[in-house]
């Protein structure tokens, strides 16, 4: 399984000119980064909307604009892996669909459609057919709840009996992740040092994690360079065992 690294705290490997792990990055933060998409041992763009939506604080957004912007990128960088916009709810799925044809025709190549539970199985059936990458999304949101996380069986079923891969994103469930087989997942778990000051440890086959006690001070920055180191360790390891 190939876990790729999401989250927008750069300091943990620019200034340490470290790019030997699997990088997700926002298109909507992607401007410090552009220059480096090269250097990561696989890089995966997201098409950052939500961001977007919340940085212009209920303002109208021009999403055809903002669709071809975003192709114009993924072209001009070469980017291979990119999501499409997975706004359903805002635009709804026409919308959605004919936002992801613009995207495709303007980038040149197709993108990574993203899958919610609104809309239905045929409809993963099909993406299975007419993609060779897809990737499930809602789990972040809890639109797919965890006691609802065994439906992942019978969609990856599907996806692999049409050779069609699968991301989950926003999947870092440790447990979830040996036993749902995904073919990437990302995570921005390792940022827990800056948000609660958690502490991660790779113990060679999982990630063990050790909360902040009552009182205790701990170094934010220092905690999330630690910690992302420790999920480097793991990401080698999932891409091997998992």
């Known amino acids: 399984m190939i876990v790729y690294l999401a989250g927008e705290n750069a300091e943990a490997w620019k200034k340490r000119n470290f790019f030997n ?3 997700l990055a926002s298109f909507h933060y992607i401007k410090d980064e552009s220059t480096m998409i090269n250097k990561f041992n696989r890089f995966i763009l997201d098409s950052g909307a939500f961001s977007f939506i919340t940085s212009l604080k209920n303002k109208k957004v021009n999403w055809e604009n903002y669709v071809i912007n975003y192709g114009k990128f993924v072209k001009e960088y070469n ?5 499409e916009l997975d706004i359903d709810p805002i635009v709804g ?3 959605v669909e004919r936002l992801r044809d613009l995207l495709e025709q303007t980038a040149q190549r197709k993108c990574i459609p993203v899958w919610h539970k ?3 199985l045929d ?9 060779d990458y897809i990737a499930i999304g809602g789990i972040v949101t809890q639109e797919i709840k965890r006691s609802e996380y065994d439906v992942f069986y019978p969609l990856l079923k599907i996806a692999k009996e049409n050779n069609c891969k699968v991301h989950g994103l926003g999947f870092t469930n440790l447990k979830g992740m040996v036993k749902y087989k995904f073919y990437s997942v990302d995570s921005t778990s390792w940022l827990s040092g800056n948000k609660f000051g958690a502490v991660y440890l790779f113990d060679g086959e ?23 180191t420790e999920w480097v360790k793991f990401s080698k390891y999932a891409e091997q065992n998992l």
């Open 21 to 23: 792990f699997n990088r």
């Open 206 to 228: 999982t990630m063990q994690k050790q909360n902040k006690q009552i009182g205790q001070r701990v170094n934010t920055n220092k905690t999330a360079i630690h910690n992302f």
């Open 118 to 120: 609104s809309r239905g």
């Open 79 to 83: 980017v291979k892996l990119f999501f």
């Open 93 to 95: 799925l026409k919308e």
């Open 123 to 131: 409809y993963w059936k099909q993406m299975c057919k007419d993609y």
